[in-house]
């Protein structure tokens, strides 16, 4: 074990700083695939377009919503994979089902592909696994090329969907002509970038380590951000919560005035994951915060170095489509620390399994 952990204390730090490459070999492998163009066609002829998936997968499909209605003008339904019975009343034939899932056998995933099956509608699986069931029921399977992921919270798999996922986006609208071929290559070209975006995780690693020196002591905590770091806050919470065991509550920024706001006191830690275009919006945000005397702390593109933030992790001057890839690794990282400076065993968190396969 400790041979196949490569030198680091845990499967999840070193699966952490894989994600460069994990990245790198993802987006290598999906550009030679027909299963890419296969996927568009699908989507392009769809009359509605569902994306489902469990936990971290699930907010992997938030992300693609937010890609895919801006590039393509295509709005997805997303649901949580337990709910799908809410929404197999309203499939039909026409529609195509997006289903992700790291290990492909998430029993509440299979469920909603089956019951989306039994009703005619395509299946667009989006995998770590190769042969895994829910690549089996599907027409068409996308898979990430992570590589094996031992610890339990999800980290380099939710990159490479969200790589997955955009690149599908782009191929849709260039498809439907939104778009035109020079443009996608330079999508392609520029998502070869996310590797080294999501480095920062290196080089941010002892500001990280310090930053979780503080809120480890926290007993709660909210994550906001706005439009796409709304998706990403709601990841890094899920991975506060998973492995540290403390209190994160993910919320829209805008609407954390609706309730959240009121259990602010002084040193109640609010972090804003600071994505590019609602800097000046989130200000106000962090100043609502400070007002009522909350440790205010951005984990964000360069562009949020004016931030009233009392603690800011810059991640590099990155636009919206490689904010995550550089955002998302300095948030993992602090859940890692949190939890190992907390004394737990970040590759097995307590109650929780790296697959559920029971409903
Ligand atoms: C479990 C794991 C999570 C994962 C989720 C979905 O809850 O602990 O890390 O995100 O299952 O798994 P899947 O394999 O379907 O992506």
Redesign the pocket.
Same mark, same amino acid.
């Given at each position: 074990e400790e041979a196949s952990k490569g030198g680091y204390p845990h499967y999840m730090l070193k699966e952490i700083f894989e994600q460069p490459r994990a990245l790198y070999e993802t987006l290598i492998g999906l550009i030679e695939d027909p299963a890419l163009e296969e996927a568009a066609e699908l989507l392009v002829n769809a009359r509605r377009v569902f994306v489902t998936?469990?936990?971290?997968?699930?907010h992997a499909t938030l992300v693609f919503k937010h890609y895919i209605t801006g590039m393509a003008g295509i709005v997805p339904i997303d649901f949580i994979?337990s709910e799908h019975p809410e929404y197999m009343a309203a499939v039909s034939h026409e529609d195509v089902l997006i289903a992700?899932?790291?290990?492909?056998?998430?029993t509440d995933?299979l469920q909603a592909v089956r019951e989306a099956k039994k009703r005619g509608v395509k299946i667009i699986a989006v995998?770590?696994v190769i042969g895994s069931t829910l690549s089996r029921l599907a027409d068409v399977t996308l898979y990430t090329r992570a590589g094996p992921e031992i610890g339990?919270?999800?980290t380099k /798999?939710?990159l490479t969907q969200v790589l997955t996922l955009q690149l599908l986006a782009a191929r849709v609208a260039c498809k439907l002509g939104v778009i035109d071929k020079s443009d996608f290559e330079s999508i392609v070209e520029k998502l070869s970038s996310a590797r080294e975006a999501a480095r920062s995780a290196e080089r941010l690693n002892p500001h990280i380590k310090a930053l979780a020196v503080i809120l480890s002591k926290a007993q709660s905590m909210f994550v906001l951000g706005r439009l796409l770091g709304a998706h990403l806050a709601r990841e890094a919470a899920l991975k506060i919560k998973?492995i540290s065991y403390v209190h994160a509550e993910a919320y829209p920024a805008g609407e954390s005035k609706h309730g959240p706001i009121a259990l602010v006191e002084e040193g109640f830690p609010v972090i804003f994951v600071g994505t590019p275009g609602v800097e000046k919006k989130l200000y106000s945000n962090m100043e609502e915060m400070k007002a009522r005397g909350a440790k205010v702390i951005v984990v964000g593109v360069d562009s949020y170095e004016d931030a009233p933030a009392d603690y800011k992790v810059l991640v590099g001057s990155y636009d919206e489509t490689l904010a995550p890839y550089a955002i998302m690794p300095p948030l993992q990282l602090l859940a890692y620390h949190m939890a190992v400076m907390l004394g737990y065993d970040p590759d097995k968190p307590r109650n929780?399994?790296? /697959?559920?396969t029971v409903e």
């Amino acid at each position: 074990e400790e041979a196949s952990k490569g030198g680091y204390p845990h499967y999840m730090l070193k699966e952490i700083f894989e994600q460069p490459r994990a990245l790198y070999e993802t987006l290598i492998g999906l550009i030679e695939d027909p299963a890419l163009e296969e996927a568009a066609e699908l989507l392009v002829n769809a009359r509605r377009v569902f994306v489902t998936g469990a936990g971290t997968s699930y907010h992997a499909t938030l992300v693609f919503k937010h890609y895919i209605t801006g590039m393509a003008g295509i709005v997805p339904i997303d649901f949580i994979a337990s709910e799908h019975p809410e929404y197999m009343a309203a499939v039909s034939h026409e529609d195509v089902l997006i289903a992700v899932s790291q290990s492909g056998e998430t029993t509440d995933t299979l469920q909603a592909v089956r019951e989306a099956k039994k009703r005619g509608v395509k299946i667009i699986a989006v995998t770590n696994v190769i042969g895994s069931t829910l690549s089996r029921l599907a027409d068409v399977t996308l898979y990430t090329r992570a590589g094996p992921e031992i610890g339990v919270a999800a980290t380099k /798999t939710f990159l490479t969907q969200v790589l997955t996922l955009q690149l599908l986006a782009a191929r849709v609208a260039c498809k439907l002509g939104v778009i035109d071929k020079s443009d996608f290559e330079s999508i392609v070209e520029k998502l070869s970038s996310a590797r080294e975006a999501a480095r920062s995780a290196e080089r941010l690693n002892p500001h990280i380590k310090a930053l979780a020196v503080i809120l480890s002591k926290a007993q709660s905590m909210f994550v906001l951000g706005r439009l796409l770091g709304a998706h990403l806050a709601r990841e890094a919470a899920l991975k506060i919560k998973e492995i540290s065991y403390v209190h994160a509550e993910a919320y829209p920024a805008g609407e954390s005035k609706h309730g959240p706001i009121a259990l602010v006191e002084e040193g109640f830690p609010v972090i804003f994951v600071g994505t590019p275009g609602v800097e000046k919006k989130l200000y106000s945000n962090m100043e609502e915060m400070k007002a009522r005397g909350a440790k205010v702390i951005v984990v964000g593109v360069d562009s949020y170095e004016d931030a009233p933030a009392d603690y800011k992790v810059l991640v590099g001057s990155y636009d919206e489509t490689l904010a995550p890839y550089a955002i998302m690794p300095p948030l993992q990282l602090l859940a890692y620390h949190m939890a190992v400076m907390l004394g737990y065993d970040p590759d097995k968190p307590r109650n929780l399994a790296k /697959t559920v396969t029971v409903e």
